[in-house]
């Protein structure tokens, strides 16, 4: 009689285990439907000049890669510059924004002055622009000022950015290993954040900030679908993507991170019919629709 007793309660586990996998799996392949192909790429565009490997879920399951843990579980932005009330702003909404997206508690650093850049990684650009060598960035400033409960600490800087001398720019640079990356808002707003351009410039900031977090959690460049995760060469490619990260990269991102999705949908609709992102919010409204 025991025997039949712990042979029902063991049965009834595994039943219990893979009802909620094929649940957690079910969200996922109801909002690939959501999803919207990729069209074919132009000769400007990243995807034309860059050939990457497409990742699937198992390459990014085998990767090994930054995990929130119990001690290491924050978001830090690090904001480096002189900012105006805008900008501040911005950076605000971006902190609230990058809590929601990955579900994870997000913390601005106290701002550092542009003083911490020395000579030699600094340039003037062709259009006369004050740029820094966003590797020391990575390297030699945010590596040394990430904080012990760090999951990973994001630079946000108000000076233009490139990569390498041969580049004229770059609008985010990131270090996997080491948890580390910076973001540009220069190039957001033409050097010029008003409020006439604030929501496009914002836009871009959560888009870029996320994209880079991501690559910091494990996520490849997106070749499944229109994607917050593609790769891009310019301002125009990155105000075609969207926001919303596709079915693929939010499973990759919940298998790492284990939030409620529909806590996060409900959160992301809230942002977006806050800030004014009709677009956003319809891609949400979609996907939360096929889990209510």
């Given at each position: 009689?025991?025997?039949?007793?712990?042979?029902?309660?063991?049965?009834?586990?595994?039943?219990?285990?893979?009802?909620?996998?094929?649940?957690?799996?079910?969200?996922?392949?109801?909002?690939?439907?959501?999803?919207?192909?990729?069209?074919?790429?132009?000769?400007?565009?990243?995807?034309?000049?860059?050939?990457?490997?497409?990742?699937?879920?198992?390459?990014?399951?085998?990767?090994?890669?930054?995990?929130?843990?119990?001690?290491?579980?924050?978001?830090?932005?690090?904001?480096?510059?002189?900012?105006?009330?805008?900008?501040?702003?911005?950076?605000?909404?971006?902190?609230?924004?990058?809590?929601?997206?990955?579900?994870?508690?997000?913390?601005?650093?106290?701002?550092?002055?542009?003083?911490?850049?020395?000579?030699?990684?600094?340039?003037?650009?062709?259009?006369?622009?004050?740029?820094?060598?966003?590797?020391?960035?990575?390297?030699?400033?945010?590596?040394?000022?990430?904080?012990?409960?760090?999951?990973?600490?994001?630079?946000?800087?108000?000076?233009?950015?490139?990569?390498?001398?041969?580049?004229?720019?770059?609008?985010?640079?990131?270090?996997?290993?080491?948890?580390?990356?910076?973001?540009?808002?220069?190039?957001?707003?033409?050097?010029?954040?008003?409020?006439?351009?604030?929501?496009?410039?914002?836009?871009?900031?959560?888009?870029?900030?996320?994209?880079?977090?991501?690559?910091?959690?494990?996520?490849?460049?997106?070749?499944?679908?229109?994607?917050?995760m593609n790769g891009?060469?310019?301002?125009?490619?990155?105000?075609?993507?969207?926001?919303?990260?596709?079915?693929?990269?939010?499973?990759?991102?919940?298998?790492?991170?284990?939030?409620?999705?529909?806590?996060?949908?409900?959160?992301?609709?809230?942002?977006?019919?806050?800030?004014?992102?009709?677009?956003?919010?319809?891609?949400t409204e979609k996907?939360?629709?096929?889990?209510?």
């Amino acid at each position: 009689m025991l025997i039949l007793k712990f042979k029902f309660l063991y049965f009834s586990i595994l039943i219990f285990i893979f009802s909620c996998q094929n649940k957690e799996n079910t969200y996922f392949q109801s909002i690939a439907i959501n999803d919207v192909k990729l069209s074919r790429p132009r000769s400007s565009e990243w995807r034309y000049n860059h050939k990457e490997k497409f990742q699937t879920f198992d390459d990014f399951q085998k990767l090994k890669k930054i995990k929130p843990e119990a001690e290491k579980n924050i978001i830090y932005l690090q904001p480096i510059g002189e900012f105006n009330d805008l900008q501040e702003k911005q950076i605000e909404l971006t902190k609230e924004y990058l809590k929601i997206y990955f579900q994870l508690e997000t913390k601005i650093l106290p701002i550092i002055s542009n003083e911490i850049f020395p000579k030699n990684v600094r340039r003037i650009s062709k259009n006369e622009q004050e740029q820094i060598l966003a590797g020391y960035v990575l390297d030699s400033v945010l590596i040394k000022r990430k904080p012990k409960d760090a999951a990973v600490l994001m630079g946000i800087t108000e000076k233009d950015l490139f990569p390498k001398p041969e580049w004229n720019y770059v609008f985010g640079l990131a270090s996997y290993q080491n948890g580390v990356g910076v973001t540009s808002m220069y190039r957001f707003a033409d050097g010029n954040l008003s409020e006439s351009n604030f929501n496009q410039s914002l836009e871009r900031l959560i888009k870029i900030s996320s994209h880079e977090i991501s690559h910091m959690f494990g996520i490849s460049h997106c070749l499944n679908a229109n994607c917050v995760m593609n790769g891009t060469n310019s301002l125009s490619e990155t105000d075609v993507h969207f926001a919303r990260a596709c079915s693929l990269c939010q499973y990759k991102l919940n298998s790492s991170l284990k939030y409620d999705d529909k806590k996060r949908l409900l959160e992301l609709k809230k942002f977006f019919e806050a800030n004014s992102f009709n677009a956003e919010l319809s891609r949400t409204e979609k996907d939360l629709n096929l889990i209510q």
